[in-house]
């Protein structure tokens, strides 16, 4: 007997066996997947791993520039995921469940493999905002690296010992630090780099009495910051745009001192002041060369009754302080009178009595110094009438040094000696003149030098016919 089923009746029963099949496979392959998210990091240093391989079953990413990973679409079930990295020990086939349809954290700290030497971290900042610095090259010795997006970086392979590291980065100025590095053991170091727009002012505030460092003193800079001193009176603002600022110097008890202070960027500008308490003043004044007029440099000048000394400019501009050339200028001093000493190796001491000071004032006290002394000797000769060269020393002959310098006679051998002639530390050149009643006026020119006693050339006198 034949069984006959209807056509239409069994074409139905095939296509809903086909439409079972079709969204039962769609159903699972819709929920068979999750995702995987997380970090890899230096299990020693806390910082990211930048550039790791992660695979979750079958799926491999790398790690952004923050150690970040995220693995989209991972088989759902028991897999297992693996992490590797240069540098580092891998991760190999570690066990993980993945939910369907859920994001699942992971977090992969990596050990460092064994690298001779020592290791710096740290962190690289700006000065002006305190951000980290993505980009910057940090090298030292044969190693050099890159900050990542944070500004954080980690630099192997130094050897044990001091090492120099070097900060670059474009915009910014070069810094370099120094740290000693431990074998197998890693080093901090952070460190900060000014923006070239701008520049900084530091510098350290004394007591203009005693020369001691002030504490808790201010410099400020109106709309730019302001700086505290530290125990050794040292301060630093930075981050101050280039440019000409009024700073102001501050501290209770002293007075305020204002300066103008150029800033340049990309450097540090050093500006050192001794403040005044109310009671005290300032003795200041030039110091000139009395013979020519001078201005003298690098004279000492000392106030006798304090024993402090000071020294006068020698006009020239050291490390961004200029000096002016003959000005002394002294700080701090104490209401009262007192003795100014001036002292020179080319020049006269000279000592300067009742000097009044008072307080919240400047004295002005200018001086003269006379160049200390030098000599002439020589001798004067008559001429031969044979031959009218030099003949016979002349004794008795009248000798004089310069237009008013006293007259001097030659002893028997023609000899002549002129002391306490003042002299320049370039040199006076004086004329020496010599006469007598039977021969006729000769004169040569020499040089004196503090200090020196300078034979002249011979003299030689024609006789009167």
Known sequence: MRLCVPVGLAALTVLTALLAGCV??????????????????????????????????????????????AVINAPAGSKTYSVTADGYQSVLAMPIEIPRNRTTQLNVPLLPTSVAGGRVTGVVTST?????????????????????????????????????LTFTLTGYKTTTETVTVVEDAPVTLNTSLMPMNAGALTGTITDAATGQAIEGATVSIEGVGTAT?????????????????????????????????????????????????????????????????????????????????????????????????????????????????????????????????????????????????????????EEDPATGLKGSPLSGASVRVGNEGNELTTAGDGHFAAHSLPADP????????????????????????PGQIVQSPDIVLERVQ
Do not use: C, K
């Open 128 to 164: 002006e905002t305190g951000d980290g610095l993505a980009g910057v090259t940090v090298a030292a010795q044969t190693a050099d690296t890159t900050t990542n997006s944070e500004g954080a970086y980690s630099l192997s392979g130094l050897a044990a010992g001091e090492a120099t």
């Open 229 to 381: 001193t530290d125990a050794s009176g040292a301060y630093q603002l930075q981050d101050v745009p280039a440019g000409t600022w009024d700073a102001r110097f501050a501290r209770t008890g002293y007075r305020t001192v204002d300066r103008t202070v150029g800033i340049e960027a990309g450097s540090t500008t050093v500006e050192d002041v001794a403040l005044m308490s109310p009671s005290q003043g300032v003795v200041e004044g030039r110091v000139r060369s009395r013979s020519s007029g001078a201005l003298v440099a690098g004279v000492n000048v000392t106030v006798v009754e304090l024993g402090r000394s000071g020294e006068t400019g020698s006009g020239v501009d050291t490390e961004g302080e200029g000096t002016e050339l003959g000005l002394y200028q002294m700080p701090g001093i104490p209401s009262g009178t007192y003795q100014l000493h001036f002292t020179h190796p080319d020049y006269e001491p000279l000592t300067v009595s009742g000097v009044a000071v008072d307080a919240g004032a400047t004295t002005v006290t200018d001086v003269e110094m006379d160049p200390a002394v030098g000599g002439v000797v020589g001798w004067v000769f």
């Open 24 to 69: 039962g496979a769609g159903q699972d392959s819709l929920g068979s997947y999750g995702t995987v998210r997380g970090t890899v990091s230096d299990a020693t240093t806390g910082l990211p791993v930048t550039g790791a391989s992660v695979t979750v079953a079958s799926v491999t990413t790398t790690t952004d520039d923050t150690g970040g990973f």
């Open 426 to 449: 370039a040199g006076t050149t004086y004329t020496v003149f010599a006469w007598d009643a039977t021969h006729r006026l000769a004169s040569v020119q020499v040089t004196v030098r």
